[in-house]
């Protein structure tokens, strides 16, 4: 079982759609988490950073952690054809030997269609 | 704005070529990574490196090395490149500090025939 789950999608939907893309981990020594977004033949590019639990918002983009329930979500709101891409969850443990590295998800490939 | 650079964006190399990709941050970046990334499989770490001349397996480091002479520069060397090893390549950095999140490049693609 992978320590980070993300649902591969693809997901459709219209333009002016509420997005709800989401990861599960396993592991509760992840402490800090990331989206990302990759659009095609690019790199992936950091969208959101969090380390606590609770919402954090940035524009259209919100990001939301549960330690609790071991759940991440990002929600976008009015989405825009421009949105389409493939959204990638990221997350780091506070301890052990893995310092500085990121465990990600598999990523949810986006389209948002006018 | 952190800059990751790569210095190709596609390569294409025969079997059993020792292939050299190349990467420059331009943030003073103490941690550097190389990833691949493949469909299906997601990114998975080939390599790290926290400091100059320090460098650190991740989970698939087998038929690779790295090189950091430079504290801006992270190289992957593969030693006799496979058609398995045909992938995109991302080199990402960060700074400092366990939950510091990475900035990646563009990424090289590569092909091996």
């Known amino acids: 079982q992978k320590e980070v789950e993300q649902d591969p999608g693809p997901l459709s939907v219209p333009e002016g759609a509420i997005v709800s893309l989401n990861c599960t981990y396993s592991?509760?020594?992840?402490?800090?988490f990331m989206w990302y977004r990759q659009y095609s033949r690019k790199g992936p590019e950091l969208l959101m950073y969090t380390y606590s639990s609770g919402n954090k918002e940035d524009g259209r983009f919100t990001a939301q952690v549960d330690k609790s329930s071991k759940y991440i979500s990002l929600f976008i709101r009015d989405s825009q054809p421009s949105d389409s891409a493939t959204y990638l969850c990221a997350m780091i443990k506070a301890g052990g030997t893995s310092y500085g590295k990121l465990t990600f998800g598999q990523g949810t490939i986006l389209t948002v269609h006018p | 704005d952190v800059k990751v650079t790569q210095s190709s964006r596609y390569l294409v190399k025969r079997t059993g070529e020792k292939v050299f990709l190349e990467c420059v941050q331009d943030?003073?970046?103490?941690?550097m990574f190389w990833y691949r990334q493949d469909p299906g499989l997601g990114l998975r770490l080939i390599y790290f490196s926290y400091d100059v001349k320090m460098k650190e397996k991740g989970d698939i480091p087998e038929g690779y090395s790295v090189s950091r002479e430079k504290k801006e520069r992270f190289s992957l060397i593969l030693e006799s490149a496979s058609t398995n090893q045909t992938s995109m390549y991302l080199c990402a950095s960060s700074s400092p500090g366990r939950g510091s999140p990475l900035h990646f490049g563009n990424g090289t693609r590569l092909t091996v025939t």
């Open positions: 943030m003073d970046h103490e941690n």
């Open positions: 592991n509760s020594a992840f402490q800090y």
